[in-house]
């Protein structure tokens, strides 16, 4: 059997492309099927991620969602089975999130690692997700923020214009109470100028009577006996009178 020279040319060719990757593979360690290991991630809603999206460790792209299921009990759950790579850890305590990337809207998981030293979870572990507040909730909440607004304003302006008459007086009244403050404070400052000179000299005698009754008593703690000695000189006359009678 005769091959032509195209023949010859294109098994040439599949032959060097086989030899090249069969030396890639063994000199690389390349493998066909990657090592990984896979953990669980149950969360209450996953705003439409699917199968085969991205799991980013930190920021790090590190796996993939290999399966998507619903645990049925009291309370509903979705259970995401992720594959990572053999060489990324996660700690105990990491928090996985759905995220949005880029402007198409596409959903991935996203584990934060926490500052945790109890070590790295096993392969077939579980973490509870936690679930950011959805643009609509966010966009229901406002509405409705927004409506109870609207009803305390009105309500508010309801009140202002059934009672505005006597919220003018009440505003009168203020203003009125506002001048008598400030004329009594202006007959108060001038008082005080015009007697300033006896204020002072009210304060210094107060500043000399206290420290002359500080001096008394250091005196009388020093000698006590001084108070006997006074009773005393107070009785004499006393005694003395009596003799006169006598």
């Known amino acids: 059997m005769k091959f032509t020279n195209e023949a010859k040319i294109g098994i040439l060719v599949v032959a060097v492309f086989v030899i090249l990757g069969f030396l890639t593979w063994n000199t690389g360690g390349y493998s066909f099927v990657p090592d990984g290991y896979e953990i669980k991630v149950q969360f209450s809603d996953v705003q439409g991620l699917s199968k085969n999206a991205p799991v980013t460790l930190n920021g790090l792209e590190e796996g993939r969602v290999k399966d998507v299921s619903i645990i049925y009990g009291e309370i509903p759950q979705i259970q995401l089975t992720l594959w990572l790579k053999s060489e990324a850890k996660i700690p105990k305590g990491a928090k996985a999130y759905v995220r949005t990337m880029g402007f198409m809207g596409e959903k991935f998981i996203a584990i934060e690692m926490a500052d945790s030293k109890e070590g790295f979870l096993p392969p077939g572990s579980i973490i509870v997700g936690e679930v950011p507040a959805s643009m609509e909730k966010v966009l229901v909440q406002s509405e409705s923020m927004a409506k109870n607004l609207t009803v305390i304003t009105e309500e508010i302006r309801g009140h202002l214009q059934n009672n505005h008459?006597?919220?003018?007086?009440?505003?009168?009244?203020?203003?009125?109470?506002?001048?008598?403050?400030?004329?009594?404070?202006?007959?108060?400052?001038?008082?005080?100028?015009?007697?300033?000179?006896?204020?002072?000299?009210?304060?210094?005698?107060?500043?000399?009577?206290?420290?002359?009754?500080?001096?008394?008593?250091?005196?009388?703690?020093?000698?006590?006996?001084?108070?006997?000695?006074?009773?005393?000189?107070?009785?004499?006359?006393?005694?003395?009178?009596?003799?006169?009678?006598?």
């Open 165 to 246: 008459d006597e919220i003018d007086e009440m505003i009168k009244g203020l203003h009125v109470t506002s001048k008598n403050l400030s004329s009594i404070t202006t007959s108060i400052n001038e008082r005080l100028v015009v007697n300033s000179k006896y204020i002072d000299e009210m304060v210094s005698h107060l500043n000399a009577t206290s420290s002359n009754f500080e001096e008394m008593s250091y005196d009388l703690k020093l000698n006590p006996w001084k108070l006997l000695y006074k009773e005393r000189a107070k009785k004499a006359p006393k005694s003395a009178a009596k003799m006169e009678i006598q």
